[in-house]
């Protein structure tokens, strides 16, 4: 905490271009400043190895697709993850970061695996015994058009939202529906995880639902 009582916010962003780090990350900063966070922003991972820093703030906003990470950042990340800190992201900012990094993988829960080519229409269902939880509490099911992302995740997740890909479709091979986690959060030692897998482009988070669901999961996470 600050001096003030402020919570902080670390918003790392980079990598790839494709997935508009700055602009996107943008579209939060001022909600987090809303809420009492002081908000820093970095362009660099070496953030990740700063272990004072990291101890003093309270939420890791990532938004870092693809890249490297050294051995160094990627412990010192997750350290801080373990001792409290909060980590949140959405899309390939969190999921398909750091391919190479295993313990990154490990952090977040979920891996990207794949997509089918372009934008299409798919539904992004609420699961019912998540319902109440309060990334998603008094949200419905929703559409989006955008990419729709395969991953790999782990049982230690709890998944809040779910889409399914459908049988036959996108030349997969698919003998049967698919059901996909999209949202999840999990706990890594004392700190808490959030991750969506929407947010390709600015105007997903038009989607009231998106927007929010990503609102609370910063919040959630942290400390």
């Avoid at 372009?118 to 419905?140: K, N, T």
């Avoid at 997740?157 to 698919?178: D, I, K, Q, R, S």
Wanted: with cysteine.
């Amino acid at each position: 905490m600050t001096r003030s009582g402020e919570k902080r916010a670390l918003v790392v962003r980079g990598g790839w271009e494709g997935h508009e780090p700055v602009r996107i990350t943008d579209l939060f900063v001022p909600f987090l400043r809303e809420h009492g966070f002081a908000v820093r922003t970095s362009q660099s991972l070496d953030v990740y190895a700063d272990a004072e820093l990291l101890a003093a703030t309270d939420l890791v906003v990532q938004c870092w697709s693809m890249g490297e990470i050294t051995p160094e950042q990627s412990a010192g990340l997750r350290d801080a993850v373990l001792a409290g800190t909060g980590l949140a992201g959405w899309h390939g900012g969190i999921v398909d970061a750091f391919r190479d990094d295993p313990d990154h993988q490990l952090l977040t829960g979920g891996r990207f695996v794949m997509h089918p080519a372009g934008f299409h229409d798919h539904r992004v269902r609420i699961e019912p015994e998540r319902a109440e939880h309060p990334v998603v509490a008094g949200l419905s099911d929703f559409t989006v058009h955008t990419e729709q992302y395969w991953v790999a995740t782990d049982a230690l997740n709890e998944v809040l939202a779910t889409t399914v890909f459908p049988a036959g479709a996108f030349g997969l091979g698919l003998h049967e529906p698919v059901v996909m986690p999209a949202v999840w959060t999990r706990r890594r030692g004392a700190g808490r995880v959030f991750v969506s897998t929407v947010g390709h482009k600015p105007d997903d988070f038009d989607v009231p639902e998106v927007r929010a669901l990503t609102e609370r999961g910063l919040l959630w996470a942290s400390r």
